[in-house]
């Protein structure tokens, strides 16, 4: 696998379920870096591995895949969390969105729809699929996350998220903010860690989303 391969792990309680998985993920572009039974395994597996990508299931023994998603978010801030689930009722989904989860799929999900969910949660949006009624179940839930997120930040962190989505270089902000580009370029990293997302792309992203700035 290449550097710039998604990094993913598989938390799910059904060996045949983990391996399906991981066939549907032997493309290029993607990387399994482990699997778990349970959620305490994921936990452990999550804090050793720091994955790009948690895929986990909402029915785990035990503790659940919501309460796991929950204790990823605390513990790896920068992981991304796909749920994926046989159920398909709203309640699930927004318990598993206050948790911090990114994404949600059945299980019976075509595997390039998984891949593009992968895709999607790693450039820091959000991925839920068709059955869910978004606008009326989750959105609010998705506008606190997003809030609680942005309060995360310093002002000057958000005066370099603004330059970022606004597709300025680090040489260019760093003149125009009168800082040194190794300062800007720590701001940058800071961003990526707090908001749990990789790339910059990801970030100009999150900058929409939260009405920062206008899509262009």
Known sequence: MT?????????????????????????????????????????????????????????????????????????????????????????????????????????????QDLRQAIRTVHEGRTSFADFVDTPSAIAPVLESNTAQRLALLTPREREVLLGIADGKTNKQMAATLDLSVRTVESYRDTLMQKLGIRSVAGLTRFAIDSHLIGPS
Do not use: N, W
């Open 3 to 111: 550097d710039s391969a998604i990094r993913i792990l598989i938390v799910d309680d059904h060996s045949l379920v983990r391996e399906g998985i991981r066939q549907a993920l032997s493309v290029p572009g993607f990387e399994v870096v482990g699997e778990a039974g349970s959620g305490p395994e994921g936990l452990e597996m999550a804090r050793v591995l720091t994955p790009d990508v948690i895929v986990l299931d909402v029915s785990l023994p035990g503790m659940s895949g919501i309460q796991t998603a929950a204790r990823v978010r605390a513990l790896v801030p920068e992981t991304r969390v796909l749920m994926l689930s046989v159920h398909d009722h709203a309640e699930y989904v927004l318990e598993a969105v206050k948790a911090g989860a990114h994404g949600y799929l059945r299980k019976d999900t075509l595997p």
